[in-house]
C-alpha cells in the first residue's frame, strides 16, 4: 500500500485540525479577562499560526496524496516546508510570551507542527 493511501497519517491530520477547531471554539467562549490586553492578542496571534501551519501541513499532504507524491525538492512542498516552519516557530514563540488558558495549547499545536515539518524537511 503507498505511503499516502495508510489510514494512520489520515487520522493524525485529523485529530491534529479537529484539536486546533476545538481551540478557536474555545478561544471564542470568554471565560477570563487577561489584564495587559496584549499578551491576550499574542495568544490570538500564536493560535492564528499554529492554524496556518496546520493548514499547509494538510494542504500538503492532501495535495500529495491526490497527486501521487512529490520529486526531491519540489517548489511547492518546499514552499510549503519553509512558511509552515515558520508560523509553527512564530506560533511557539507567541505562546511563550503570551498569557491565558488558550497558551499550552498553542504551544503544543505549535511543537507538533514544527516536528511534523522538519520531519517532512527530513525526508526531503
Same mark, same amino acid.
Given at each position: ?13 485529523l ?6 477547531? /476545538? ?5 471564542? /467562549?470568554? /471565560?477570563?479577562?487577561? +489584564? ?8 490570538v496571534? !500564536?493560535?492564528?499560526?499554529? $492554524?496556518?501551519?496546520? !493548514?499547509? *501541513? ?8 491526490? $497527486? &501521487? &507524491?512529490?520529486?526531491f ?10 512558511? !509552515?516552519s =515558520? $508560523? ?9 510570551v !503570551?498569557k491565558?488558558?488558550? /497558551? ?5 499545536? *505549535? +511543537?507538533l507542527? =514544527? ?10
Amino acid at each position: 500500500m503507498p505511503l499516502f493511501l495508510n489510514p494512520i497519517p489520515w487520522l493524525i491530520f485529523l485529530l491534529l485540525c479537529v484539536y486546533v477547531i /476545538r481551540q478557536w471554539v474555545k478561544w471564542f /467562549r470568554p /471565560r477570563e479577562v487577561i +489584564t495587559p490586553k496584549w499578551r491576550a492578542v499574542t495568544t490570538v496571534a !500564536g493560535v492564528s499560526f499554529a $492554524t496556518l501551519s496546520t !493548514g499547509l *501541513s494538510v494542504f500538503l499532504f492532501v495535495h500529495a496524496a491526490f $497527486t &501521487g &507524491g512529490y520529486p526531491f525538492y519540489h517548489p511547492v512542498e518546499l514552499f510549503c516546508i519553509r512558511f !509552515g516552519s =515558520l $508560523t509553527a516557530l512564530i506560533g511557539l514563540v507567541s505562546a511563550t510570551v !503570551g498569557k491565558g488558558k488558550l /497558551r499550552p495549547h498553542v504551544a503544543v499545536v *505549535s +511543537t507538533l507542527n =514544527l516536528l511534523l515539518w522538519f520531519l517532512d524537511a527530513m525526508w526531503q
